[in-house]
């Protein structure tokens, strides 16, 4: 039965609360041989930091920088339960974006094979396998679909990429946090992905009460004058372990990351339909209101976004040819340079639709096909595409909408990673880059952001620029642009064509 105990400030609390803030002063923790891999120093020490919070009877979150093996960490954790209470029974549960799981259960495999693992889902075997497990797996959308697993009292649970159990008034949030369990565990690269009341749900699920209600926890950032966050970082900090892969403490033998913006032109045609759309918005915005309002101006981004990519992208076509697109011109330039040193690359869109154009387009630069990754592929098939990619003559580009493969892959047989159109948070593109800037990876990576010049891409990417820097100061985690409730003056001001920009370098 779940109640509450109270703890007494004084020299205990202090020194554990000291442990938890540096976790390399914590207990070691050793899962023994069980565990068929050589973690790192910094790894050792996450270990011990959430061993050290199983043994308090608390959660935490681990947000360590992706790439950095927050997987391993946790699979060393579950044998450490296993070895520790060899008379009971130690079954874990691990929710995570469908994209994922397959790769939870290739890391169990190969790091602790002596667990018995399960899949929930409707692509792997009957729910009865489920009793025998250790350790269950499962997507988000699938939880709802086994009633059992909410019945349980689990001995961990895990929520991978925990970003998407940030609002807190979603249905599979809410299921989420009533599941039952001894230790809680969230994982994210990204603990604040849009704004702070994230980090406010993604403790509420690993560590209930800690910051109060959401209202509470709103009125104390309120409170932090001058947006000093060190109030902040001070509470959440024994609770969230956070390393960098930036900082040279933590691991030292990760190549380069050189990011760019890559500024393209606008074809004629693609500068008339952008101005064309420009009009169109300011005439509409004359009578439009309030939901109204903000529909029609997101509706407008996104016809401004395709026109940028391509007018063909906008028009609903599915020939895209180059001479129409300014970014089509720029992929190939580098694309021949990329084939030429015999080097692979990623390509991310945030849609769907410009994922086939891309491949086509990037196949007759290369010589041969490539691969591709949105939504709608099957679990099953994205591993036999990573596979492929990661294969010394495999495919030399990979095509990904944003979103669907944008987390838990891993792809570090790219060099080179190109985002053709700009997400609104820098988060988001954050966590597609580190598909390929991650351990394992030995070759510097090079990021091409594509931005339309005199553009609203182009102010987007001096916003999100600062939004980098503004975010860094709390968690170094992204936070997302809003333009919906601009000032019709202000975004009309953002979205309009800079005529001389566009075509002067062509």
């Known amino acids: 039965p779940q109640g509450w105990a109270m703890v007494s400030a ?20 050793d899962p023994g041989p069980a565990l068929h891999a050589q973690l790192r120093p910094y790894q050792r020490a996450g270990v011990a930091w959430m061993w050290t919070l199983w043994t308090l009877g608390t959660g935490g979150c681990l947000a360590d920088d992706m790439g950095l093996g927050k997987t391993v960490q946790v699979i060393a954790l579950m044998l450490l339960l296993q070895r520790a209470r060899q008379r009971e029974r130690v079954r874990s549960l691990v929710i995570a974006p469908a994209s994922v799981v397959d790769n939870w259960a290739r890391e169990l495999a190969r790091f602790a094979p002596s667990l018995r693992v399960a899949i929930a889902h409707r692509s792997a075997k009957p729910e009865a396998s489920l009793d025998d497990a250790d350790v269950v797996l499962t997507t988000y959308a699938s939880l709802s679909r086994y009633p059992s697993l909410a019945q349980e009292r689990w001995a961990l649970v895990v929520v ?12 599979q949030t809410r299921a989420i946090k009533q599941l039952s369990a001894r230790m809680r565990l969230a994982l994210t690269g990204t603990p604040v992905e849009n704004r702070l009341g994230d980090l406010w749900s993604v403790l509420d699920f690993a560590c209930p009460g800690l910051l109060g209600t959401a209202k509470q926890f709103g009125a104390f950032t309120k409170s932090l004058t001058g947006h000093s966050w ?23 033998d990760l190549p380069d990351k050189s990011e760019l913006d890559v500024r393209c032109g606008l074809s004629q045609l693609q500068a008339a339909l952008y101005g064309e759309a420009v009009e169109a918005l300011a005439r509409e915005l004359q009578h439009a209101k309030g939901v109204k309002r903000r529909g029609l101006v997101l509706a407008y981004l996104v016809r401004l976004k395709q026109i940028c990519n391509h007018p063909a992208h906008w ?31 990623l ?12 491949h086509d387009h990037l196949a007759g630069i290369f010589g041969r096909p490539g691969l591709v990754l949105h939504g709608a592929v099957p679990l099953r098939k994205r591993s036999e595409l990573v596979q492929s990619f990661a294969a010394d003559d495999g495919p030399p580009f990979f095509v990904l909408s944003l979103r669907a493969g944008g987390t838990g ?6 060099s080179h990673v190109v985002h053709f159109d700009r997400w609104w948070n820098p988060a988001v593109e954050a966590q597609a880059t580190d598909r390929a800037y991650r351990i394992g990876q030995h070759a510097n990576v090079l990021v091409h952001r594509f931005v339309c010049r ?5 102010r987007i990417a001096a916003m999100l620029e600062d939004k980098r820097k503004l975010a860094a100061d709390v968690l170094a985690a992204g936070e997302e642009i809003s333009l ?23």
């Not at 005199?454 to 182009?458: A, C, L, M, S, V």
């Open 10 to 29: 004084g020299p205990w609390l202090a020194d554990v609360l000291a442990q938890l803030r540096t976790p390399e002063g914590c207990a070691d923790a």
């Open 160 to 171: 991978d990429e925990a970003q998407a159990i940030k609002n807190p008034d979603a249905k």
């Open 230 to 252: 060190a109030p902040l970082r001070e509470l959440c900090k024994p609770w969230i372990l956070r390393r960098l892969k930036t900082d040279r403490r933590v691991i030292d």
């Open 315 to 345: 028009l609903g076509q599915p020939e895209w040819p180059e001479p129409d697109s300014g970014k089509l011109a720029r992929l190939r330039e580098l694309a021949e340079e990329i084939a030429a040193r015999q080097q692979k690359v």
């Open 347 to 358: 390509v991310f869109t945030q849609f769907r639709e410009a994922c086939a154009p891309l």
């Open 409 to 414: 892959l891993n792809l570090v047989a790219a």
């Open 454 to 458: 005199g553009t609203i891409e182009e």
């Open 484 to 506: 919906t409730e601009l000032p019709t003056e202000q975004l009309l001001g953002l979205v309009r064509l800079d005529l001389h920009a566009a075509r002067g370098l062509q």
